[in-house]
């Protein structure tokens, strides 16, 4: 089974340090090497380091799926440059909007996305268009950060807490999953910033208890 805990930089908040897809694991060039080991090797996904804004908050700056990568317009045009250059074969576009933690407002696995309600009518067309997905603005538990909050892959979907029953069973009917509630790292809501998973396996953050995991790798079908 693909499941790990861990830290990053001292945090147990490693979704903030990580992006994943299905396809790749990127996080920050200055991470330590046991930290890239233990997210590459848990997801069996390529392992991609980078910075942005000269930070290793990767995990906020960009989102990621097997069709395409957006990125905050955060990124300097060196470190643009630099992730061009690894030739990925990925939709890669800069996302223009006063949104900037991407990460955190968009939700997504290889067939929808969830959106901050925020987001501009162009700019939801922009993420249907980059990660080739339909596109659905919603908040989850009050939430707007619905990328902060929870977590979707292709396997299986990881809902927050406050999510009320309605809320629950109208995404569950859109994105075709049973759905499971949980928080992380003891009690956080921010479930998408403790941990991160694809349909291979999930890292969590060292302080998230065997019962939030066991309801994480539950609800994400993880075997």
């Known amino acids: 089974m693909g499941v790990a805990k861990c830290m990053i930089t001292g945090s147990d908040y490693i979704g903030v340090f990580a992006a994943v897809s299905d396809r790749y694991v990127f996080f920050g060039n200055r991470i330590n090497e046991r930290s890239k080991r233990i997210l590459a090797e848990t997801l069996k996904a390529h392992p991609i380091g980078l910075s942005i804004f000269a930070t290793d908050l990767i995990g906020l700056f960009i989102k990621a799926n097997s069709n395409g990568i957006l990125v905050s317009r955060m990124i300097e045009d060196y470190e643009l440059k630099a992730l061009r250059e690894l030739n990925l074969d990925l939709r890669m576009e800069v996302l223009e909007s006063n949104l900037n933690a991407v990460g955190n407002n968009i939700l997504a696995n290889d067939r929808i996305a969830l959106v901050n309600p925020d987001y501009h009518p162009n700019e939801r067309k922009q993420i249907q268009d980059v990660l080739g997905v339909e596109v659905m603005a919603t908040e989850i538990g009050g939430f707007k950060t619905v990328g902060a909050n929870n977590i979707l892959t292709n396997k299986g979907f990881v809902i927050n807490n406050r999510a009320t ?3 629950k069973e109208r ?5 075709g ?4 509630r949980t928080t992380a790292n003891t009690g956080a809501l921010s479930v998408g910033l403790s941990a991160v998973g694809n349909s ?4 969590a953050g060292e302080n998230t208890t065997g019962y939030e995991l066991n309801r994480i790798i539950e609800a994400l ?3």
Do not use: A, K, P
């Open 221 to 223: 079908n993880i075997e």
């Open 177 to 180: 999953f049973e759905s499971t």
């Open 165 to 167: 029953d309605q809320e």
């Open 171 to 175: 995404i569950d009917r859109l994105l």
């Open 200 to 203: 291979t396996g999930i890292v």
